[in-house]
């Protein structure tokens, strides 16, 4: 009850008692809060701590992985590489030609990298064309460039499995690459990086399976040369690795962007750009 006297009202002893409960109760309240946000951030903390933690140990992972894979093997080129032997300093393309073709094409890529399936789908049945009708010869070299940038080890183990597939014959070869980027994942997927993957993939390319060609994809044979050749471009680009990356004589023939010159238009552009240059070496 509220009584009036003086200059305001005045409460009684039991109103004063009810304010102080419900200032204690909010307090309560207020405190109860603070220790939820508490614990909620607490486990958010440890939740991305965590996340760090566990993609730290992946990334450990995948590149324990991709440095054990050839490690120990002494550096090799595939078969009929040119330039002739293969060194460290330049390990040499892949041919796929014939040996009197006066112009050359080279094509620098990896075996994970979407730019260059997208190029080979515009450009690789030309290139097989072109050779088999002795006008270029093509030049592959294999670099492991979405390994660097993303982890995994899909360039490399793909790669290396695919110039074991060189040793071959140029038929397997080109076979072999071909399917690759047929069946060539998403980028962020390394599938490409086991082994087994690659093995049952080349069980496709007839002839080409054998103990040997088992050994050489499971030892990582070739894996020192896809690393060198890395190198070789980084060193040719000035550190800044892009695939593919093409040439016909020593001229770039850049990729475009499909959206702005479409796929059948850069085609014709590349067969164009063939033809002078089939044309130039008489």
């Not at 040996?99 to 399936?117: G, I």
Request: proline share 6%.
């Amino acid at each position: 009850m509220t009584t009036s006297g003086g200059s305001g009202p005045r409460r009684t002893g039991r109103e004063r008692a009810a304010e102080a409960r419900r200032q204690q109760a909010a307090a309560e309240r207020r405190r109860k809060q603070l220790v939820v946000g508490g614990v909620t951030l607490a486990v958010i903390a440890l939740a991305v701590l965590i996340g760090v933690l566990v993609q730290n140990n992946k990334s450990a992972n995948s590149k324990n992985a991709r440095n054990a894979y050839g490690a120990g093997q002494p550096f090799a080129a595939p078969s009929g590489v040119a330039p002739s032997p293969g060194t460290p300093a330049d390990p040499g393309a892949i041919v796929f030609g014939k040996p009197d073709a006066k112009v050359t094409v080279e094509v620098d890529e990896d075996v994970r990298c979407p730019f260059c399936k997208e190029a080979e789908s515009f450009f690789g049945a030309t290139n097989k064309e072109y050779a088999d009708a002795g006008k270029i010869q093509v030049h592959y070299r294999l670099v492991d460039l979405i390994d660097r940038n993303g982890g995994g080890q899909g360039s490399l183990v793909g790669g290396a499995t695919l110039a074991c597939a060189a040793d071959v014959g140029q038929t397997e070869f080109i076979a072999f690459h071909d399917l690759i980027y047929k069946n060539q994942p998403d980028e962020t997927t390394d599938t490409y990086g086991s082994v087994d993957y690659m093995l049952n993939l080349a069980s496709q390319v007839p002839n080409l399976r054998s103990a040997t060609f088992d050994k050489c994809a499971t030892s990582g044979k070739y894996a020192q040369w896809i690393k060198d050749n890395y190198t070789w471009l980084n060193t040719k680009l000035g550190g800044n690795v892009g695939t593919p990356d093409i040439y016909i004589d020593g001229t770039p023939f850049p990729l475009k962007d499909p959206n702005a010159v479409p796929g059948t238009q850069q085609t014709a552009d590349y067969k164009a750009a063939l033809d002078a240059a089939v044309a130039k070496q008489g």
